[in-house]
């Protein structure tokens, strides 16, 4: 009686496909807002009792784990066994070696004849089997039922996939989890004349751990493991390993979720998508590999119009972590969107997925201080000392809905007191340096002619203290900033001559930012001649240089009035921006200013940029006519 309990099991546990039942979720960890979906999904015989997911389903799934599980889900959707699945597949199986303690809790035995039965018998001889021993034990009876009947509702030929294809769940920033009962285990007859020799829940402790005790593995894709589930993962084409390892342990991405949830409903016919895909704020960041996925699991919904996979709070976060409760949430929604039949006309060429549009914002001079001689009635540090940090960019909300801000950082930051012998030399106290970043400032140039106004120290100083809030540029100073997965490249000096080692900084300029891969070089110059109103031939010689060379932009300032703005081979020169925040005059005379607005375009396939518009917005450089107080808006 012991080796047919035993051939009973191992049959039950190769043969039986997901069985449906009432989810009992004792002792199992899954969030307040997922319960009631994995409990359907089990419920309705998406996710299989019969594998065990362990106790918290708040952990992120591995990639062992969400391969078998979308295999149990094309089993059950196609009314067939792992056995069956495994001889359309090509895959061979072998016994797997048995441990020194299975032997000795004689296993062995009813392992050995289970295994012959099946390697050697077809997928119908398996059945018949199943049948023989389901009538000697009649507490084992569901065995003998034809796989398909597992979940208790019988399948209509329209829910049947016809086709093998893709990958695998997920769901609008779901957390998929999956208890499941280990092997399947069938229990004991109880009109047996002979005690079990084995405890009720025993699983034999040989094959692979994921596939529940079976006496089989798969031969041949990786080195690092047998399981048939996985084998027949990979041979759908559900999932992939590389240079023969799978890796079952590593954990999946969202990415790597929405890529396999997007081949298991492929499997099982379900190619379209049924409505426009969601938008994402970092579709940019999305692998281009995991492109068309993310498109089809946000755009493919169930019964109810849930996709498959969303998002939170606007973003998909693709290398985020993918939880078990998430992973059994998307099966779930993936079982029930195999009744929606609608397609989206166009949904692969959903715009926002291929290309990426930057928003940069510049502003012109900005000198937060005061010259060393000047009082401190109506200085900049008064207000700062009334009004706080926050105070001086507030009035432009350009600088607080854009990707990025640069504006020309004109003086320093420092406690030194031997300074340049000049008719103005500016200097700001170290704490304001949080003056940019209240005012939503990324890059700051200091190439100009009063960043030395306190020496070297003092010039050394404003970069320590600036160096925390914002990117410096400036002479050998060639930040790269990403944005939005855009690389942008900063390059800034003087501009008081056109001569042979100013082409060499250029050159030398555009060269080194694109070899570090730099999308966008834009230069900052400062230049030409203060308070003239149109530039110089000087200016124009070094802007289209720039241009010439390779550069996408080139802002100007020095100035401190509006210069024009040239286009230059499809390319934009802003000759001078005027002043913005600058504690460098308390009142002067010509209070415009402008704030420049110039948007990209990435094509995230080629890297190629383009300029999708530009914009230069009139401001004034203080809130009120008849003094400065350093509050720059609109005119």
């Not at 009314?79 to 495994?86: G, R």
């Not at 070696?97 to 392992?111: C, F, K, M, N």
């Not at 925390?468 to 790269?480: C, F, K, L, N, Q």
């Not at 300029?509 to 530039?535: C, K, M, P, T």
């Amino acid at each position: 009686m012991k080796k047919q309990i035993g051939a009973a099991v191992l049959l039950a546990a190769m043969i039986a496909g997901p069985q449906a039942a009432a989810w009992d979720s004792r002792g199992i960890t899954v969030s307040s807002w997922a319960q009631a979906g994995v409990a359907a999904a089990y419920e309705n015989g998406a996710v299989s009792e019969a594998f065990d997911l362990g106790a918290d389903y708040t952990r992120p799934v591995t990639r062992a784990q969400l391969a078998r599980m979308t295999v149990d889900l094309v089993i059950g959707q196609q009314q067939s066994t792992l056995a069956e699945l495994a001889g359309q597949l090509g895959i061979e199986l072998e016994m797997a070696p048995l441990t020194p303690e299975a032997e000795q809790d004689g296993v062995a035995e009813a392992g050995t004849e289970a295994s012959h039965q099946m390697v050697g018998d077809s997928a119908e001889k398996i059945r018949e089997d199943q049948k023989t021993v389901g009538e000697e034990n009649k507490e084992t009876g569901q065995i003998q039922k034809i796989v398909g009947e597992q979940s208790g509702e019988t399948q209509t030929a329209e829910e049947m996939p016809d086709e093998q294809a893709e990958e695998m769940s997920g769901g609008p920033d779901n957390t998929g989890r999956s208890a499941e009962e280990e092997g399947g285990l069938a229990p004991e007859d109880e009109t047996q004349t002979e005690p079990p020799a084995e405890p009720e829940a025993h699983t034999p402790p040989y094959g692979d751990p994921l596939d529940g005790g079976l006496p089989y593995v798969a031969s041949g894709s990786f080195s690092d493991t047998r399981s048939v589930y996985i084998e027949a993962a990979a041979k759908l084409g559900i999932v992939n390993g590389a240079d023969g390892l799978f890796r079952p342990d590593d954990l999946v991405s969202r990415a790597e979720a929405a890529a396999m949830m997007q081949r298991c409903m492929g499997v099982l016919g379900m190619t379209e998508a049924n409505r426009q895909p969601q938008q994402f704020s970092d579709n940019y960041v999305i692998p281009r590999w995991a492109v068309e996925a993310v498109k089809y699991i946000s755009g493919r919904t169930d019964q109810s119009g849930q996709p498959i996979m969303g998002g939170a709070n606007g973003k998909f976060s693709p290398q985020g972590s993918y939880t078990i409760e998430q992973a059994i949430l998307s099966l779930g929604r993936m079982q029930s969107s195999l009744q929606v039949t609608e397609v989206a006309a166009g949904w692969r060429d959903a715009p926002g997925y291929d290309s990426v549009t930057l928003a940069l914002t510049f502003g012109g001079d900005c000198t937060l201080g005061r010259g060393h001689d000047f009082a401190y009635s109506g200085s900049f540090d008064e207000m700062y000392d009334q009004k706080g940090a926050s105070y001086f960019f507030s009035g432009i909300p350009e600088f607080f809905d854009d990707d990025l801000t640069m504006v020309n950082f004109e003086g320093t930051l420092t406690n030194a007191t031997a300074h340049a012998y000049k008719t103005f030399v500016f200097k700001g106290r170290p704490e304001y340096a949080k003056v940019l970043e209240a005012g939503s400032i990324d890059v700051v140039s200091v190439a100009n002619n009063h960043s030395m106004d306190y020496l070297q120290r003092g010039f050394d100083d404003t970069v320590r203290y600036l160096s925390p809030y914002v990117a410096v540029s400036g002479y050998e100073r060639m930040p790269i900033v990403t944005v939005k997965g855009i690389r942008i490249g900063f390059a800034s000096n003087v501009g008081w001559t056109f001569d042979s080692a100013q082409k060499r900084f250029i050159e030398n300029a555009v060269q080194s930012l694109r070899a570090r891969g730099a999308d966008l070089v834009v230069f900052n110059y400062h230049w030409g001649i203060e308070r003239s109103y149109h530039s110089d031939p000087t200016q124009q010689a070094i802007g289209r240089y720039c241009i010439d060379q390779g550069a996408d932009l080139v802002i100007g300032h020095h100035p401190h009035v509006v210069q024009e703005i040239e286009t230059y081979k499809g390319k934009q020169i802003a000759y001078s921006l005027g002043n913005l925040v600058f504690g460098g005059n308390n009142n002067p005379s010509d209070k415009n200013c402008l704030i420049y607005r110039h948007n990209f375009t990435l094509d995230l396939d080629s890297r190629q940029v383009t300029v999708s518009s530009y914009q230069a917005l009139p401001y004034k450089v203080s809130s009120v006519s008849w003094r400065n107080d350093y509050h720059p808006v609109k005119r």
